[in-house]
């Protein structure tokens, strides 16, 4: 229910702040506190170095086949086409309720190129009786934050619910697109930083701070659940040059999946520091949760990272 919540206020906001986020330089950890055991996976190097495939496709006039993806219950979700824009790609999709409730259709665990979008996704409010042409949105910035150039693969599930109540009527079974890049396609990964976890299947490695143009900063963090579970990331006990501190993050991974997510920096001034160059230290404990049960799996011990001020 958070996650159903919190889709419509974030694909609002989103629409009107991705423009205002731009790349910038990252400032890489100096030093590493944190008892980890780097192990290699399949699709990544250890040493941080990006896998040898790389993207094999940059054309842009990448379609989708007209599919029908879910009907029942008098809700019928047909994909019609692919689009690129300006803010973002975006997968369209003609929606009927011939129902006699008023709908609320949303995307759960959003997967693109086997990377978890958690800001992009779909909101679509259909009445009953009534049909209407949405889309589900990718925007560019979390695109781009994953590396990825091409839409390849979209995966996702779908969940109905009654827009009055915000009762759940129906979910979907996993939702599986193929464009027309995907043949043949590979996705790149970029794995290089600091690895601050590696147990349980699941690695997060450190990519470094960079300045934000919305908040005051971001701990980039990259991360990969290589397990036949989800499971849900998150920081508690952060501190920042020594003092404790609101800041957190908090990562969604589905299973086999990956993801490029961040700590954001609020009110750098309230510890007297005027930007990301300022920020010595920065520490905390992760905690990697079922997501399903919400069962504990393990919770790390202080990972304390240590960044070089600039003078």
Avoid: H, P
Wanted: net charge negative; hydrophobic share 35%; glycine share 6%.
């Amino acid at each position: 229910m958070r996650k159903r919540i919190l889709t419509g206020i974030l694909l609002a906001a989103l629409t009107m702040a991705v423009t205002a986020c731009g790349s910038s330089e990252v400032k890489e950890a100096s030093g590493v506190d944190a008892d980890v055991s780097v192990t290699e996976t399949e699709d990544t190097v250890s040493d941080g170095e990006e896998t040898e495939e790389k993207n094999t496709s940059s054309d842009t006039s990448v379609t989708l086949e007209e599919t029908e993806i879910y009907n029942a219950d008098g809700v019928v979700v047909t994909v019609t086409g692919f689009d690129g824009g300006l803010l973002d790609e975006e997968v369209n999709l003609s929606i009927t309720n011939d129902s006699e409730t008023n709908i609320l259709l949303t995307t759960s665990d959003l997967v693109v190129n086997g990377y978890m979008l958690s800001s992009s996704g779909l909101y679509s409010e259909v009445a009953a009786g009534k049909a209407a042409n949405d889309s589900i949105s990718l925007y560019s910035s979390d695109l781009s934050a994953c590396g990825i150039d091409t839409v390849a693969t979209i995966e996702f599930a779908l969940t109905i619910s009654d827009d009055d109540t915000w009762e759940t009527i129906a979910e979907s079974e996993r939702i599986v697109l193929n464009t027309s890049a995907a043949d043949g396609f590979t996705q790149s990964v970029d794995d290089s930083g600091d690895v601050i976890y590696d147990s349980n299947d699941v690695r997060v490695i450190c990519k470094g701070l960079k300045e934000d143009s919305i908040w005051d900063g971001e701990l980039v963090i990259y991360a990969e659940n290589n397990s036949d579970r989800s499971v849900s990331i998150y920081s508690e006990d952060v501190s920042v040059n020594g003092y404790m501190e609101d800041e957190s993050f908090w990562i969604d991974l589905y299973q086999g999946t990956k993801a490029v997510d961040g700590m954001y920096l609020l009110d750098l001034e309230d510890l007297n520091l005027e930007s990301v160059d300022d920020v010595e230290e920065i520490a905390f404990s992760l905690v990697i949760v079922d997501e399903d049960t919400w069962d504990t799996i393990d919770t790390s011990d202080v990972i304390t990272l240590s960044f070089d001020a600039e003078e």
